[in-house]
């Protein structure tokens, strides 16, 4: 994936940060709990496409959490 274009791309519906899964091929926003899929390179940020994350995914490196890095 691109490190310029990964840059430039946020959550289409919270507008926040993505964080890139290179293993599950997704880009994934902790805040609205969904991971967008990459399908040949390309990122698919449709919401209706996403996987709705459970919650030990979202709570994995979310900002803010006391105590971790």
């Known amino acids: ?8 791309l946020v959550c289409p519906l919270c507008k926040g940060k993505l964080k890139y899964d ?6 994934a926003c ?8 990459i399908r040949d ?3 698919v940020m449709l919401p ?6 459970d919650v030990d995914e979202k709570l994995h490196d979310s ?5 971790e890095s």
């Open 1 to 8: 994936m691109d490190k310029e274009l990964l840059a430039m």
């Open 22 to 27: 290179r293993e599950a091929a997704e880009l």
């Open 30 to 37: 902790r805040y609205d709990g969904l991971a967008y899929p």
């Open 41 to 43: 390179g390309i990122p």
């Open 48 to 53: 209706e496409e996403a996987r709705v994350m």
């Open 63 to 67: 900002p803010g959490r006391a105590g």
